[in-house]
Each structure stands twice: as structure tokens, then as C-alpha cells.
């Protein structure tokens, strides 16, 4: 495989049209070398659009979904991020990439262990990687400038939102399939949480969050 080739074909073809467009964002794209992070049974798919399989049934979200992601959290170097669903930490290595410091959320221990792998292999040196199932209850408030989820919820937790500082982003798939919606969650300066529909999406749920209620007739 043309690494180089493939490579940029995965931004030109897939992810400039999905509106990234942000040049930090692309760059890193270019940068990254998502092979890496690719089990080794699919290695020819590692640029291609599709989401790759992992353990427990997990997957590595498509090229353009991660990039779209990144993009819409609207990074700045000095910010720190927390993620949950590190999975193959590839979307960990791009928001390192864009961020001071990344705090990593995986329940799978050797999903975990892959990551850390992949990661040292990348050379991603801001990011820590920590084994945690569901909502975190021991971090404290307001002290993060962006989340993103990796996975879909029926809605985000409270407990979550209450993470972020005062201008902080949190992005989530949220819904119930067929329709889910890539959501952005941006916390005021006076502490009200507002929400904004970016984009439809469908990802597999993220394990340890609750689903909604089943409809009652």
C-alpha cells in the first residue's frame, strides 16, 4: 500500500466533504498514521471509509466521523480533553494532537493495552489512558475544556455537562436508531448548558450508559 497515497485520498475524498475543513484539523489528519491503529487483519482498510471491527464487538469509527468529531469540538492548544471510548485510539491520538493534555476513558482492559501500544507507537506522548466503565464519579467538577463521546447514548448524563469548564464543549451522539444527531453541548460563562444539532450519525452505544426507557402502552 501507498501509506502516503492513501492517506491523502482519505481527506480529500472522504473528509473534506464532509465539511472538515478546519486546517489544523486536516493537517493532523495527514500527520497521524492511522494504520497504526488498525488491528492487524485489516490493515488495508485503515484509510478506507468504513468502520473497522475491534474486540468486544467494538468498532473504530470511519475516518470522516473521527475527523468530524475533532473539528467540532473546536480545539485550542492549551486545552485538556477528556474521552470515553478510547477503543483503538485513533480519535485519542488526533484530539492529543490538537490539545495540550487527553484524559481516555476505555472499560476494556485489552482495548486499553492495544491503545497505549498504539499510541507510544504514534509517537503521542499528552495522552493518558485510564480503565473506566460509564459516567467517571471521580473527577471533579469543571475541569475540562472538551468531552467527546465515542459512542451513541440515549441522552448525556448530568454528571457529565457538570465536567465542563465555563465555555467548554462536549460532543455527543445522541438518540435512538434510525435517527441519532452528532450534538454539541456548550457550557455559558454563567453555568447554563446550550445545545446545538450538528449533524446526523448512527454509532453503536457506548457501554455503560443508560438506555432510554422503553415506550409503555
Partial sequence: MNTE????????QQIRPWNVLDHAVLEQLSF????????????????SDTE??????KTMLAPRV??????????????????IGTGSGYLTALLASLSATVLSLECHADLLENAITHLQQAGIANAQLRQSSGVPTDLPQASFDAIV?????????????????????????V?????????RYTRASHGDVH???????????????????????
Fill in 5 to 12: 497515497l492513501a492517506r491523502f485520498n482519505m481527506v480529500e
Fill in 32 to 47: 497521524v498514521d492511522r494504520s497504526l491503529f488498525v488491528p492487524s487483519n485489516f490493515e488495508e482498510l485503515a484509510y
Fill in 52 to 57: 473497522i471491527p475491534l474486540l468486544h464487538g
Fill in 66 to 83: 473521527a475527523a468530524r468529531l475533532a473539528q467540532d469540538l473546536q480545539l485550542k492548544p492549551t486545552d485538556r480533553v477528556l474521552e
Fill in 149 to 173: 463521546l465515542t459512542g451513541s447514548v440515549a441522552q448525556v448524563p448530568t454528571e457529565l455537562l457538570d465536567l465542563l469548564k465555563a465555555g467548554g464543549r462536549l460532543m455527543a451522539v
Fill in 175 to 183: 438518540g435512538e436508531e434510525p435517527i441519532m444527531q452528532a450534538t
Fill in 195 to 217: 445545545t446545538q444539532v450538528m449533524w446526523d450519525v448512527v454509532l453503536p452505544r457506548l457501554h455503560g450508559f443508560a438506555q432510554a426507557p422503553a415506550f409503555q402502552f
